[in-house]
């Protein structure tokens, strides 16, 4: 939950009148977060509004004046639209730029959050709106050391779930039997399980041509089975099965063989792996420096990269995403100048990852690490691929 009197200290110092928060029928995810509302059944608009001085506000509707965990602040209820009117006036939210869900023409969406008729509605009480992203960064995405501690074992669990997924592929091959994705799923899930950890979607798994899918559902094509001398890509992310565990997230590929034999598998990955270090390479650098740097020249570095290579037709998605404090992908910056151009700073105490790849029409290869902002420098806590796994060996 929000820290009310850090927060109030930095609106000041943003020279901000409060921050608005602001949800209906579970809109804004940002809000929930904030006040720490999952599992509480709210049905009607809701505001909290935090000052830059003074005491906040929640304006909830009458029915569900029970239904809010205990906030700092008075609560002031509404029942009928002209009641919710008259309390969004008393607010007085007009004395300087306050701060919602909201992104200038909608530029970062994971950040749009209020929809333009709540955005409007507050204008016509004479408020300038501005974005919440600096301060959602600040005040929900940053990791103590407990998030950070959970995210080593995460790391830990995952890279295990890994190994034993590529071991399940070489013992059946052994024992004269193609395995399906879906078996090798079952495994990394059963990793997840002894571990007792969890994750929000089965992890991915990719043979062949729907390794050049960066999104493919395993099983949506039907039973496929992993053959000798195709490419296997493992997509996986999980958590400790703790409300407040932070998540880990990688990508491996690697040959069905005991040998790398196919040329381009090797060309692409060497592609995949370079623009993944360029990325890392200058956040290390910018730390070194202790210069501030936002997250779309994080996926410049990995993109100009691998466009240079002759394969930046090929990358088909931003570099990386934030993850949360106990969602994997979560509001903080993105490593993104493709499909938005994220200007955030990537925060110290946040956490993404860094996943260039590479999807042709036979194969695909995607390289994924996390990197966490530690005060001394980038960490990176699973083990970095340097090569492709030659499975069978």
């Known amino acids: 939950m929000l820290n009310v009197p850090a927060l109030q200290e930095d609106l000041a110092a943003r020279k901000l009148a409060g921050w608005l928060l602001y949800d209906f029928r579970s809109q804004n995810p940002t809000a929930q977060t904030a006040l720490d509302l999952a599992g509480h059944m709210l049905t009607r608009r809701w505001f909290y509004f935090v000052p830059a001085r003074g005491e906040p506000t929640l304006i909830a509707h009458a029915i569900e004046r029970d239904n809010f965990p205990p906030l700092p602040g008075r609560r002031v209820l509404y029942s009928g639209w002209e009641a919710l009117m008259t309390q969004l006036r008393a607010l007085k939210l007009g004395a300087g730029p306050v701060a919602m869900e909201y992104f200038p023409l909608g530029a970062i969406p994971y950040l749009s959050r209020v929809d333009a008729g709540t955005i409007e509605l507050i204008r016509s009480l004479g408020v300038e709106i501005v974005s919440s992203a600096d301060l959602v960064q600040a005040f929900l995405c940053r990791w103590n050391a407990d998030a950070f501690a959970s995210h080593e074992r995460a790391s830990d669990g995952v890279y295990a779930a890994v190994q034993r997924g590529f071991a399940y592929v070489k013992e059946s091959i052994a024992n004269g039997r193609e395995p399906l994705e879906l078996e090798v799923q079952a495994q990394l899930l059963a990793e997840f399980k002894a571990r007792r950890m969890t994750t929000d979607h089965a992890p991915i798994v990719a043979v062949g041509p729907h390794a050049g899918n960066p999104h493919y559902e395993t099983g949506a094509a039907g039973p496929t089975k992993i053959r000798r001398g195709e490419l296997l890509l493992l997509d996986v992310w999980a958590k400790e099965d703790d409300r407040d565990a932070a998540y880990a997230d990688i990508t491996w590929t690697g040959v069905v063989d005991d040998a790398v034999r196919t040329p381009r598998h090797a060309e692409v990955f060497k592609v995949v792996a370079d623009g ?31 466009a240079s ?63 966490f902002l530690a005060e001394d420098g980038p960490r990176v806590c699973a083990p970095i691929q340097r090569e492709l796994v030659r499975i069978l060996a």
Not at 279 to 298: N, P, T, V, Y
């Open 309 to 371: 290579r002759g394969y930046g037709e090929r990358f088909l998605h931003r570099t990386g995403h934030n993850i949360g404090c106990n969602a994997v992908h979560g509001d903080g910056a993105n490593l993104d100048d493709f499909e938005t151009h994220d200007t955030r700073e990537l925060m110290p105490r946040t956490c993404f990852s860094i996943e260039p790849g590479v999807y042709l029409e036979d194969f695909g290869i995607r390289s994924e690490i996390d990197v």
């Open 276 to 306: 993944r270090d360029a990325a890392l390479d200058l956040i290390k650098k910018a730390h070194a420096q202790s210069r501030s740097l936002r997250g779309f020249e994080a996926d410049r570095a990995a993109r100009d990269l691998i």
